[in-house]
T-cell receptor, first 118, second 115 residues
Framework: AQKITQTQPGMFVQEKEAVTLDCTYDTSDPSYGLFWYKQPSSGEMIFLIYQGSYDQQNATEGRYSLNFQKARKSANLVISASQLGDSAMYFCAMRERRKTGTASKLTFGTGTRLQVTL | GAGVSQSPSNKVTEKGKDVELRCDPISGHTALYWYRQSLGQGLEFLIYFQGNSAPDKSGLPSDRFSAERTGGSVSTLTIQRTQQEDSAVYLC?????????????FGQGTRLTVV
């Protein structure tokens, strides 16, 4: 079963508009972390934002916010005031807690390609 | 250096040859990950090292793939008898400790082409 599901292979948004990139996850562990990464055409992986399963408030980082709905197991990324430089692949990822107490590997979704247009 | 360093940045090899890919994590980072990314695709997990724990090898696609991490620092991913389907970008990442909410820092990757 997929741990992380990103159902939007591609999205378009006009410059200065907001866009939401969807991410749902599957875990039975009460302790986990959710992450978003950006990968521009240059190929580098850029960390954007994370959310802990026990966090009461949605994480925010500049123009990025994470819409965390625990009961629905969703962790959507919201980008406000889109810029041309936001055009990239966006990956959602999750890390769970292993039985040893340490964190597990980081599992990624298949990504969403965002294109910002004029 | 300050970041995760991978070498070589590009590698072209003939089918059937063995290759070694190297990753130097950020100093002090006890967690190290290897991923594979085919063109336009997502990140496929290969292997995860965390401190002195047994590595999570659940993502290695076949017994031609192996990885080690010496002294808790540098890691080498070895692919034996390379096949054309092994062509991809191999990404290494490291993070601080085994905590849940720690950012993983990625290297620039090694682009492997098997001809």
């Amino acid at each position: 079963a997929q741990k992380i599901t990103q159902t939007q292979p591609g999205m378009f948004v006009q410059e200065k508009e907001a866009v939401t990139l969807d991410c749902t996850y599957d875990t039975s562990d009460p302790s986990y972390g959710l992450f978003w990464y950006k990968q521009p055409s240059s190929g580098e992986m850029i960390f954007l934002i994370y959310q802990g399963s026990y966090d009461q408030q949605n994480a925010t980082e500049g123009r990025y916010s994470l819409n965390f709905q625990k009961a629905r197991k969703s962790a959507n990324l919201v980008i406000s005031a889109s810029q041309l430089g936001d055009s990239a692949m966006y990956f959602c990822a999750m890390r769970e807690r292993r039985k040893t107490g340490t964190a597990s590997k980081l599992t990624f979704g298949t990504g969403t390609r965002l294109q910002v247009t004029l | 250096g300050a970041g995760v360093s991978q070498s070589p940045s590009n590698k072209v090899t003939e089918k059937g040859k063995d290759v070694e890919l190297r990753c130097d994590p950020i100093s002090g980072h006890t967690a190290l990950y290897w991923y594979r990314q085919s063109l336009g695709q997502g990140l496929e997990f290969l292997i995860y090292f965390q401190g002195n724990s047994a590595p999570d090898k659940s993502g290695l696609p076949s017994d031609r793939f192996s990885a080690e991490r010496t002294g808790g620092s540098v890691s080498t991913l070895t692919i034996q008898r390379t096949q054309q389907e092994d062509s991809a970008v191999y990404l290494c990442a490291s993070s601080l400790g085994g905590a849940l909410l720690t950012e993983a820092f990625f290297g620039q990757g090694t682009r492997l082409t098997v001809v």
